[in-house]
């Protein structure tokens, strides 16, 4: 096995007043495994990738055999993105950053509100499945499917919000804006901001 399931950071239940125990664990037990099943399956033909990082394997996708490149693209970006996903939440989350990304966020949208309401409306505007994400230069972007800005441009995300119907309808059933709205109340703000300064 090249790639492994992650640990999540907190108990299955941890989140449970914003997102449940039984969307954590289908969400981490079935969907993430599977990306990480699928992607093993698809390295095991190509012994040169066995032992590349993640984020180099995905960083460079139109460098793959193309035998190989949309397997990376789907299930590697799924890997990649959930891997953070559990690390961008943790049950001591909420608030507001402080510091060099407060201070970035404030700058760039006129106040931490004014952040969460642009990445809000993007996230709520993302069709069909795919991902939110906050970028180094504090741009907002989206991106469809498992694809992560990093496939395109080299730089990893700051924080990313998955918005498949997968992420949420167990809850909040086709409202996507509830749980969008709920999310913001578990944000990881130390590891994002521990992000910025790497
Ligand atoms: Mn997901």
């Given amino acids: 096995m090249t790639y492994t399931l ?6 299955y239940d941890a989140l449970g007043n914003y997102i449940s125990k039984d969307i954590m664990q289908l969400h981490h037990t ?8 699928k992607l093993n399956a698809a390295i095991d033909q190509h012994d040169a990738y066995k032992n590349t990082d993640i984020t180099a ?3 460079d996708i139109d460098q793959l055999p193309e035998s190989l490149r949309q397997a990376v693209r789907n299930h590697g970006g799924g890997h990649y993105n959930h891997s953070l996903f559990w690390q961008w939440m943790n049950p001591n989350g909420g608030g507001e950053p402080v510091g060099e990304l407060a201070n970035k966020l404030v700058a760039q949208y006129g106040s931490f509100q004014g952040f969460v309401d642009e990445f809000s409306t993007k996230s709520l505007a993302v069709f069909g499945s ?3 994400w906050l970028m180094p230069d504090m741009s907002i972007v989206t991106t469809a499917n498992q694809d ?4 395109t441009g080299d730089v990893e995300p700051l924080l990313g919000l998955d918005v ?3 992420a949420y309808y167990l809850d909040y059933k086709n409202k996507r804006d509830d749980y969008v709205a709920a999310w913001w109340n578990v944000v990881n703000w130390e590891f994002v901001a521990s992000r910025l300064r790497d």
């Fill in 57 to 59: 394997l995905i960083s």
């Fill in 164 to 166: 498949w119907e997968h």
């Fill in 30 to 37: 079935k969907h993430h495994q599977t990306y990480v099943d």
């Fill in 148 to 151: 992560t800005p990093i496939m």
């Fill in 6 to 11: 992650p640990k999540l950071p907190y108990d």
């Fill in 130 to 132: 795919g991902w939110c």
